[in-house]
């Protein structure tokens, strides 16, 4: 029977290239792509089909930092599809982000810098804005739109006799000291994205817990530090440009640096050949690239603990009741 894979974020960087690779390992899947922009979203459909002129392509549209258009995009998978076999939560935003350029020339000089160069750790700043819906803009769009979207799906997703897989793109820049559960949407502080993406990680071991019995897996991925829309609005392009040499230069020394969309889908890639019970449900799964070019995943343990992971899903229930409320 077709499986059907939906992925968030599917019109450009990781998502477009995980939809390519996805098309030409398998060509019988349903691939749906979830996009807040539907021409953008029709073009990347435009360019898969034109590489695979044969495959089944979906467009939906979502905004998943808008509660409204989360609960209609739910609605209409519904009315769509019968069973949701992967959804690939990979739609994420770093607005407005500030390097600290003190801090990454004390780190170039110092012993961490190569776990400067893979988590960026202390680098970056953004600044967040609030939604509509009164949320904190960078949880709302890497957290909360996709927490619901799995609620709301959850019929589609547990099914018996079927497993389905839910897969994060989290970030190895996913800090525990970014994060608070007194502040889980992070209005505070100033790393809402190091917040956001620690959540997810938090989230997923939670999912575990509670839906396996179900039928239904989650897993995290970082796919590296890879160059897309998100790294090219931390700096000007032409900075980018200046320093690509550079970049490659790096990947000699940390298999992080994937560099390209299609190298950082990795280990997007081969979870979807994963069996999910296998999986780790405290590891998080890295695209990694070595200086030769060559691409493979490699889990890492998390820094999460169940009592959080179930706080932050009891938290992230509350807020879920909130919202519904005044709608
Ligand atoms: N690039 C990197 O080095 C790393 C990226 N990641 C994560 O990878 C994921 C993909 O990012 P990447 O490919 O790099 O960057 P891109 O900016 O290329 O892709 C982000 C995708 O998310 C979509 N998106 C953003 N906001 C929303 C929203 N509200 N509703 C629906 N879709 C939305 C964008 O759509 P639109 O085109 O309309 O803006 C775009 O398709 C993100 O979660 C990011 O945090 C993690 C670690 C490293
Ligand atoms: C390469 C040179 C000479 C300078 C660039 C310095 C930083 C701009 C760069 C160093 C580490 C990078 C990095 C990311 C963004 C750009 C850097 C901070 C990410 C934060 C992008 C998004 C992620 O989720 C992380 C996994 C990346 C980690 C490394």
Excluded at 7 to 20: F, K, R
Excluded at 27 to 51: K, P, Y
Excluded at 147 to 174: D, K, M, Y
């Amino acid at each position: 029977m077709e499986r059907l894979v939906i992925v968030t974020g599917a019109n450009s960087g990781i998502g477009l290239a995980l939809c390519e690779r996805l098309l030409t390992g398998d060509s019988g899947l349903r691939l749906c792509l979830a996009c807040r922009n539907l021409q953008r979203a029709e073009a990347a459909r435009s360019a898969l089909l034109t590489s695979h002129p044969s495959a089944h392509v979906d467009l939906l549209q979502l905004d998943v930092g808008s509660v409204k258009s989360v609960l209609s995009a739910a609605h209409e998978i519904k009315v769509r599809y019968s069973k949701v076999d992967f959804l690939y939560l990979n739609a994420g935003i770093m607005p407005n982000p500030k390097v600290d350029f003190k801090a990454f020339f004390r780190g170039l000089f110092s012993k961490n810098v190569i776990h400067m160069f893979a988590t960026a750790d202390g680098l970056l700043t953004q600044q967040d804005h609030v939604t509509s819906d009164g949320l904190q803009g960078v949880f709302a769009t890497n957290l909360f739109g996709h927490f619901l979207l799995i609620r709301e799906l959850e019929p589609l997703l547990c099914q018996s006799n079927h497993t389905s897989s839910v897969i994060w793109t989290s970030s190895s820049n996913a800090r525990r000291s970014a994060f608070s559960l007194e502040d889980i949407q992070h209005k505070e502080g100033k790393e809402p994205y190091s917040s956001s993406k620690y959540a997810s990680d938090l989230l997923s071991l939670a999912l575990n817990q509670r839906m396996n019995r179900q039928g239904l897996y989650s897993s995290v991925v970082c796919p590296g530090m890879v160059m897309t829309n998100l790294t090219y609005g931390i700096l000007p392009p032409f900075f980018w440009t200046l320093i690509m040499p550079v970049m490659w230069l790096i990947r000699i020394f940390t298999n992080t640096f994937t560099i390209t969309p299609y190298n950082g889908a990795e280990a997007l890639h081969w979870l979807f050949l994963q069996k999910p019970q296998f999986l780790d449900p405290r590891s998080k799964y890295h695209s990694l690239t070595s200086g030769l070019g060559k691409n493979y995943t490699q889990p890492q343990k998390m820094d999460v603990d169940d009592s959080l992971s179930e706080n932050l899903y009891l938290e992230l229930i509350k807020l879920e009741k909130e919202i519904k409320k005044d709608l």
